[in-house]
Antibody, heavy 128, light 107 residues
Framework: QVQLQESGPGLVKPSQILSLTCTVS??????????WSWIRQHPGKGLEWIGY???????YYNPSLKSRVTISIDTSKNQFSLKLSSVTAADTAVYYC?????????????????????WGHGILVTVS | DIRMTQPPSSLSASLGDRVTITCRTS??????LNWYQQKPGKAPKLLIY???SLQSGVPSRFSGSGSGTDFTLTISSLQPEDFATYYC?????????FGQGTKLEIK
C-alpha cells in the first residue's frame, strides 16, 4: 500500500520560501507511469493543483503559480519536494502531496487519463 | 484553463435518499472527469474516474455518468458515512482543475 507523508515548517514568514517534502513509502517513486503532485486547499475552499513531476525530473506547473514554484525529486530518498517563493498570506493553505497514475485506460477516452489515487494527510502551512 | 462548476455548493438530504451531484465544464473534456469525496480534516478520496468507472474498494451505491461538458455523481441510497464534500476534477488538459465542491449535509 502506497503511503505519502508531507513534512516541513507549519509557519513561514511573508516574502520567504515555503519548502515541503513528501516521503513516499510502500512503492518506488521511480516507477513508470506515475507523476508526483502537489495540491493545496485554502481554508474552507476548494482544491488547487500546483504541479507534478516525473521520476525523470520533468515537471509541469500550474501557470498561475509557475513563476514562484519549483518541484524537485530525489529518487534515492523516495522523496519529492515543493518550493514556493515570495509567499504571502494568500499562500496559507493545507498542502497535499499525491500520486498521479497517468496510465488509466478508459474505453470512452482515446488517451489514458490521470487520476490522483493516493494522497498524503496534508500539512497546514500558515504565512504570517 | 478549464473551469469546473458544481451547482449547488451545498445540498441537504436524508439517509436512504438518492442524490445526484452535478458538474459542468467550460470545455468539452470527453470523459476525462473524476470525482473525489473529502471529509473534514481528511485528504480527498477518489471515487469515480473516467466519468463512470468505479475506483476499487468504493461502494457500488456510487456511480457516475456524463461526457463532454455535463457530468453527474449519483449516490443511490445515502449512508451516514456519505455526508461529505464532493469534488469533480478534469484531467483532459493541464492545469488540472477542480470544481469548487458540493457539500452534502444531513436534512
Amino acid at each position: 500500500q502506497v503511503q505519502l507523508q508531507e513534512s516541513g515548517p507549519g509557519l513561514v514568514k511573508p516574502s520567504q520560501i515555503l519548502s515541503l517534502t513528501c516521503t513516499v513509502s510502500g512503492g518506488s517513486i521511480s516507477s513508470d507511469g506515475y507523476y508526483w503532485s502537489w495540491i493545496r486547499q485554502h481554508p474552507g475552499k476548494g482544491l488547487e493543483w500546483i504541479g507534478y513531476i516525473y521520476y525523470s525530473g520533468s515537471a509541469y506547473y500550474n501557470p498561475s503559480l509557475k513563476s514562484r514554484v519549483t518541484i524537485s525529486i530525489d529518487t534515492s530518498k523516495n522523496q519529492f519536494s515543493l518550493k514556493l517563493s515570495s509567499v504571502t498570506a494568500a499562500d496559507t493553505a493545507v498542502y497535499y502531496c499525491a500520486r498521479v497514475d497517468s496510465e488509466v485506460v478508459v474505453a470512452a477516452n482515446p488517451e489514458p487519463e490521470e487520476i490522483f489515487d493516493y494522497w498524503g494527510h496534508g500539512i497546514l502551512v500558515t504565512v504570517s | 484553463d478549464i473551469r469546473m462548476t458544481q451547482p449547488p455548493s451545498s445540498l441537504s438530504a436524508s439517509l436512504g435518499d438518492r442524490v445526484t451531484i452535478t458538474c459542468r465544464t467550460s470545455h468539452n473534456i470527453s470523459s476525462y472527469l473524476n470525482w473525489y469525496q473529502q471529509k473534514p480534516g481528511k485528504a480527498p478520496k477518489l471515487l469515480i474516474y473516467g466519468a463512470s468507472s468505479l475506483q476499487s474498494g468504493v461502494p457500488s451505491r456510487f456511480s457516475g455518468s456524463g461526457s463532454g461538458t455535463d457530468f453527474t455523481l449519483t449516490i443511490s441510497s445515502l449512508q451516514p458515512e456519505d455526508f461529505a464534500t464532493y469534488y469533480c476534477q478534469q484531467s483532459y488538459i493541464t492545469p488540472l482543475t477542480f470544481g469548487q465542491g458540493t457539500k452534502l449535509e444531513i436534512k
